[in-house]
């Protein structure tokens, strides 16, 4: 490989020769066995000839025909601009789920025929074909897709030239001279089936499952290293003469990085892709980079007892193959990174509401009319590959709450019916009142184990939500709720092209909750809703600031590679900065420098001008990846009043981008927040707690009666604030902190609330709320990370008892990023 890694460093190898080949369409069948908790099957992949190849190096080869040469702007890095006039023929209802896949004969027969073990890939050996790598390595061209810890079993070519109907595809004027070779007609054939207008995506996905079913062709050498699977046909040399549809039979591991095996809140077993900074290579062979946009499909098998849950267009149906199997099949039209492929497997229940209430008759109260202006967009065409593009269906610009349901372990039913359900069409609404039409035609909300290491996380069709939202009011709720959904637009509609780059998903999707939720608050004025994000604001700043004090400088840049974001070497493989650092995952620089970047420009460019430009932005961009510059290029253009502001992107990108610490504007802007009357409110608070505080540690010595202080109701943020505050305080004495929590009821506080009484009660060794750390610790695991450091830096013996005996309980089932943090803290 020309990338050489270095195994010290903890950058993320993104080693796919994406620039060669890349996949176009995925098709997994797979098996789930919660006994060996191995996910087992195969995959086949659909390639073309990578863009760069075709320009540097066909000029005058046999395989570059003009055909080709025709639809070369359908690769990802070179979006066509297609007007999807018939998307609206398209229905995500049509389903192939009865289609059988390859049986478990074929892949008993490979293993009996000395399919290689682990220890053989790890070493070195190429296959049970044993190649000779010295005269064929230096020729052969080599086909490199992420994998890790992942047991491939066999790669073979497919016949898909055996399919039936499939002449119609090599029967067109364009194919007549092509060479009659069979493994030049099966590429043909696969260059015609993966650019099929989107108007025919149903059939395209009726010819992609009858293909992946076509028999194998012949075994194809491979071998694995510790992050890649590398592939080669003896004697091929180029990519146009690779095979263009190869199958992979392959095992999981269970202790692959890419999905956990845990149990959820009733015991029950299940499996689900967490979020891994490793992504999804350990659950299938894959382009990493972003810049393989890809279709999918997959078949998926388990035990009748469990569900299935997956990114895909279709609300799947199971299918009864034999008693006791279900089989559960899922596709999208959409080209996206495999990294956004998400899939959950258990004994989840779809929770219903009873009564249906106020869901639809609330509709049009939350929208907020767009200009004349912003609906000309909708009349030109999309800059993204063709798909069936709901920016272009008439029907979906106007559904302002898509199809959504709710699942939940048993256990949590009834919580989730009365308190989530109601908020998600209130926060889809609002949603659409502010940015326009939903990218994704469907939503399905999954409530994760407790082991799950974020609030949330959101998938094409799909967001898993952290058990941890549930207690406690509505707030938490419905921002992680609004945070989640903002990401259809900014992270999956619109993706960075470099990884590094995460502010433009996580700031975005942080700014827009703020937007999101006042919007869906319906009894809200604005000004109480501006109040809210001023308080917001404060919250953030100071997190920003406690962060930037406590990590690496290095990790703060929202753009680490500086000028070189975005660029590749020749095969396609980089690397992602940090990628791999454990910590990070627990950071949130970019959310909050992110938000705090478009915060600034709103409120320097004008709220109004701003959204109606954000707008603009997700018309041009959807179905796309873009650049920080892509953005901040087409917002200054877009509002002219910009140039009285003296904004550049150039002062934009070494303001905020490009480096580490509190950027310069946002020094300047510290202070205003305190004037909000929401944090005047706390202060106030504040002020009763610490003269009560003195009064107690006064009247504890002379035995003096309290008298009776009067303490205002706050909201969730306010709590925390006032939460906030307290712990800047040296001492408050244990009637106080007991006083405390009986006032605001912490306990059944949201768990951002509780997660400042926790701190509280680490710093004053309050022993009666041990307790309430030792629950947090278990229940919210999303959140609990730091509070074990807490523990330990206080050198108190129960205290760091107390952390020993929860990490102990918790370690088995805990996220692995989470567990090796707290591992160090601990040992």
């Known amino acids: 490989m020309e990338m050489q890694l270095d195994p010290t460093k903890d950058d993320l190898p993104l080693m796919a020769n994406t620039n060669h080949m890349i996949v176009k369409h995925y098709v997994l069948d797979l098996d789930v066995d919660f006994k060996s908790q191995v996910i087992e099957g195969n995959i086949v992949l659909f390639l073309e000839t990578g863009n760069r190849y075709r320009k540097a190096g066909c000029t005058g080869k046999e395989g570059c025909q003009s055909h080709l040469n025709e639809t070369c702007k359908t690769g990802a890095s070179e979006p066509c601009h ?102 030049n007609l099966r590429n043909q054939i696969v260059h015609k089936l993966v650019t099929l207008p989107s108007d025919r995506c149903q059939e395209q996905l009726y010819y992609y499952t009858c293909c992946s079913q076509a028999p194998g062709c012949g075994e194809l050498e491979f071998t694995t290293g510790s992050w890649s699977l590398e592939i080669r046909k003896r004697g091929v040399q180029t990519p146009t003469d690779f095979p263009h549809a190869i199958r992979i039979w392959y095992k999981t591991k269970p202790e692959g990085r890419s999905v956990t095996w845990t149990t959820d809140q009733s015991g029950r077993p299940c499996v689900y892709t967490m979020g891994s900074p490793i992504n999804n290579r350990a659950l299938f062979p894959c382009q990493e980079p972003p810049i393989a946009l890809s279709t999918w499909q997959a078949s998926v098998r388990a035990s009748a007892a469990f569900v299935v849950l997956m990114s895909g267009e279709n609300s799947a149906e199971p299918v009864q193959l034999q008693e006791g199997v279900m089989s559960w099949y899922y596709y999208v039209t959409m080209p996206m990174p495999a990294s956004t492929f998400t899939i959950a497997v258990g004994c989840w229940q779809e929770v219903k509401q009873q009564c249906f209430t106020a869901a639809t ?142 502010w433009i998903s996580e700031g975005f999707a942080t700014f827009l909750e703020d937007i999101f939720w006042t919007r869906a608050q319906q009894q809200l004025s604005y000004d109480e809703g501006k109040e809210q994000q001023e308080l917001k604001a404060l919250l953030r700043w100071r997190r920003l600031r406690d962060e930037v004090q406590n990590s690496e400088e290095e990790l703060q840049v929202l753009r680490p590679h500086k000028e070189s974001t975005g660029e590749v070497s020749e095969s396609g493989a980089s690397v992602v900065k940090h990628g791999l650092k454990e910590e990070k995952v627990f950071m949130q620089v970019h959310y909050l420098k992110g938000f705090f970047l478009l915060r600034f420009l709103a409120s320097t460019l004008g709220e109004a001008s701003y959204l109606a430009s954000l707008r603009k932005f997700v018309h041009k961009f959807h179905g796309q990846l873009v650049l920080s510059q892509d953005f901040l290029s087409m917002l ?192």
């Open 636 to 827: 200054l253009e877009d509002i002219p009043e910009q140039k009285e502001s003296g904004l550049t992107v150039e002062s934009i990108t070494q303001n905020w981008l490009d480096t580490s610490g509190i950027p310069k504007p946002l020094l300047e802007e510290g202070e205003t927040w305190k004037e909000c009357k929401l944090v005047q409110q706390v202060r106030t608070e504040v002020t009763k707690w610490i003269q009560a505080n003195q009064r107690i540690r006064k009247s504890s010595k002379k035995k003096r009666k309290q008298e009776e202080v009067v303490f205002q109701k706050l909201l969730p943020d306010q709590l925390v604030l006032l939460l906030e505050y307290l712990l800047e305080e040296k001492t408050l004495c244990p009637r106080t902190l007991q006083h405390l929590e009986k006032t605001y009821q912490l306990h059944d506080q949201d768990a951002e609330v509780r997660h400042r009484w926790c701190e509280l009660v680490v710093k004053h060794k309050y022993v009666p709320g041990y307790g309430d750390i030792e629950k947090f610790l278990r229940e919210d695991q999303a959140m609990g990370v730091y509070l074990y450091g807490e523990l330990m830096l206080n050198e108190d013996a129960k205290q760091q008892e107390l952390a020993f005996k929860c990490f102990a309980a918790a370690q088995e089932q805990m996220d692995m990023s989470a567990a090796k943090v707290v591992a160090e803290m601990l040992f």
């Open 82 to 183: 297609v007007s999807v006039s018939n998307a609206s023929v398209f229905s995500s209802e049509v389903e192939y789920s009865d289609f059988a896949i390859c049986g478990k004969g074929e892949k008993d027969t490979s293993d009996k025929n000395g399919n290689h073990s682990n220890e053989e890939q790890a070493s070195g050996i190429a296959s049970s074909k044993n190649c000779d790598t010295e005269s064929h390595g230096n020729k052969d061209f080599l086909l490199v897709l992420d994998c890790c810890d992942l047991s491939v079993l066999k790669v073979e070519e497919v016949d898909i030239a055996a399919v039936s109907g499939i002449e119609k595809f090599i029967m067109s004027a364009e194919l007549t001279d092509v060479s009659k070779e069979l493994e």
């Open 361 to 502: 008759e609330t509709e049009d109260e939350f929208s907020v009319p767009f200009s004349q202006a912003d609906f000309r967009w909708h009349k030109e065409s999309c800059g993204h590959v063709e798909y069936p593009c709901r920016f272009q269906n008439p029907a979906a610009t106007l559904q302002r709450i898509i199809p959504y349901r709710v699942f939940a372990p048993l256990c949590l039913m009834e919580c989730c019916e009365e308190h989530l359900l109601q908020l998600i069409p209130q926060c889809l609404s609002a949603a659409y009142s502010t940015l326009g039409t939903h990218p994704f035609s469907r939503l399905d909300v999954l409530i994760v184990p407790s082991n799950f290491s974020s609030l949330g996380m959101a998938s094409p069709h799909i967001i898993f939500l952290s058990q941890s939202v549930l207690p406690g009011g509505s707030h938490l709720r419905g921002t992680r709720l609004c945070h989640e959904i903002a990401h259809s637009w900014f992270g999956l509609a619109i993706g960075a092209r470099d990884w590094t780059e995460e």
